[in-house]
């Protein structure tokens, strides 16, 4: 079992498209038995899977002493996909976490997974706390959206010094480029600046993945979107293998 964070501490740069492509990468491309673990109170994932929230706000219990996450767990339409939604109740989660004064929480919960899943994937909040420390210690690799901007740069730096900070054996980091559009000079700039990161171009199918409620494959899947998630899974798939 291998578990992969989608963070950045900077909102709005792709992580919650990122990680519902992905986790319909792996368990539709790999065949693999594909968790989508929402740790962010918005509850984007659980939108973009076409699953409506119940009406109890029950997240934040899954993460107390003793608590079984698999009662909160949800089909998707699609087989061997599994959500795990969030909701307002997550929204104190790092308070929480301290609280409990246990590091590795999250890590636990996740091993305790490791028999039902193949693949463990998060939808990280932009924050830099408690959530995302315990993100750090139960990932195996970490993929930071980075759109072209200088503002980018830095969120990378935050990030490298957030994973370096969860200690010994720290996760490696896959930068990868967002929402570029090759028309930009900024963004060929940035392109040519970083050849080996992997693109996803920004792309309206993309965009509708809002509107259809579905992953872009789904419903596009001859489209330059679907093509590049693909990729971007297989560069992880690898990066997960190399280590
Ligand atoms: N490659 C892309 N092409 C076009 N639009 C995109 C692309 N990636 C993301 N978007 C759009 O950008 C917006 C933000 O994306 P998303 O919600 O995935 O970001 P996020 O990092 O999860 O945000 P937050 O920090 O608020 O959780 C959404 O409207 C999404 O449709
Ligand atoms: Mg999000």
Not at 61 to 67: K, P
Not at 80 to 102: C, H, M, N, V, Y
Not at 220 to 225: L, M, R
Request: aromatic content about 6%; some cysteine.
């Amino acid at each position: 079992m291998a578990t992969i964070a989608i963070y950045s501490v900077k909102g709005g740069v792709g992580k919650t498209t990122f990680a519902v492509n992905l986790a319909w990468c792996s368990s539709q491309i790999s065949c693999r038995k594909t968790l989508l673990w929402d740790l962010d109170a918005a509850s984007g994932s659980g939108f973009l899977l076409g699953i409506d929230p119940r009406k109890k706000h029950e997240a934040q219990s899954v993460f107390a002493d003793g608590s079984d996450p698999a009662k909160l767990i949800r089909h998707s339409r699609y087989p061997g996909l599994d959500l795990l939604p969030a909701d307002e109740s997550i929204r104190t989660l790092d308070r929480q976490f301290d609280r409990l004064g246990k590091k590795k929480r999250l890590a636990k919960l996740v091993s305790g997974l490791a028999k039902e899943y193949d693949r463990i994937i998060f939808d990280c909040p932009p924050v830099l706390n408690e959530v995302s420390a315990q993100v750090m210690r139960a990932a195996d690799v970490v993929i930071v959206p980075l759109p072209p901007s200088p503002l980018s740069a830095r969120a990378l730096d935050a990030v490298v010094e957030e994973v370096r900070g969860s200690g010994k054996g720290h996760p490696p980091i896959l930068p990868v480029l967002s929402m570029i559009d090759m028309r930009r000079s900024l963004h060929r700039e940035a392109r040519e600046a970083n050849p080996t990161w992997p693109v996803v171009p920004l792309a309206s199918a993309v965009e509708q993945c809002a509107v259809e409620r579905q992953p872009v494959a789904a419903f596009a899947p001859k489209s330059p979107a679907a093509r590049a998630f693909a990729q971007l899974w297989t560069a992880i798939e690898r990066k997960l293998a190399s280590q």
